[in-house]
C-alpha cells in the first residue's frame, strides 16, 4: 500500500471510495466543494496494487481570537472491502504528519471515541475548545501538534461552511 497526494485524476475515484464507505453521496459532494472552496487542505489517497482504496481529507478549521493554523479531518474512507487493515490508520498518520509539516498547531475531529484517541487525540474540551454541533464531549477531538501549540486557544471551532451542507 502506497500514501499519496490526491490529484485530480483521482477524484472520480475518490467519489466512488466515499460513496461506498458512508452509503451516500454527501460525502463525496462535501470533498468536491472543499476542493473548490477551501485552502490549505491535505488530501491523500491509499492506493494498493495501483487501485484507489481510501481517502483523507484536512481542511481549515477556525477558532475566533486564535491566530493558528487548526485542520478538521473529515472525511476518511475506506472501501468497504478493504476497512479493518490498516488504510484508516495509515491515512491518519500521514495526514497528521502533512498537517505538522504545514506548521499546523493541531487537528480537530469530530470521530469514534474508540478510534482517534490510539492517533494522541483527546477530548477537545481539554483544550477548552468546544464544538458548533451538538455532539458527545468524547467524540470531539484535538490532537495538539507540538508541544504547548493550543494551550493558549480557546473557543468553538468552526469548521469550513461547506460542512453546513452536509
Known sequence: ???RDEVPDDFAIVSEVLTAAFNSPGEAGLVDRLRDEAAPLVSLVAESSGVIVGHILFSPVTIENAD????????????????RSGIGSALVREGIARCVSLGAAGVIVLGHPDYYPRFGFVPAST???SSTYDVPDEAFMALELSQGSLASIAGVARYHPVFDTL
Do not use: E, K
Not at 68 to 83: I, Y
Open 127 to 129: 483544550f477548552s475548545i
Open 68 to 83: 493558528a493554523l487548526l485542520f478538521g479531518l473529515a472525511p476518511m474512507a475506506v472501501r468497504p472491502a478493504d476497512q
Open 1 to 3: 500500500m502506497r500514501i
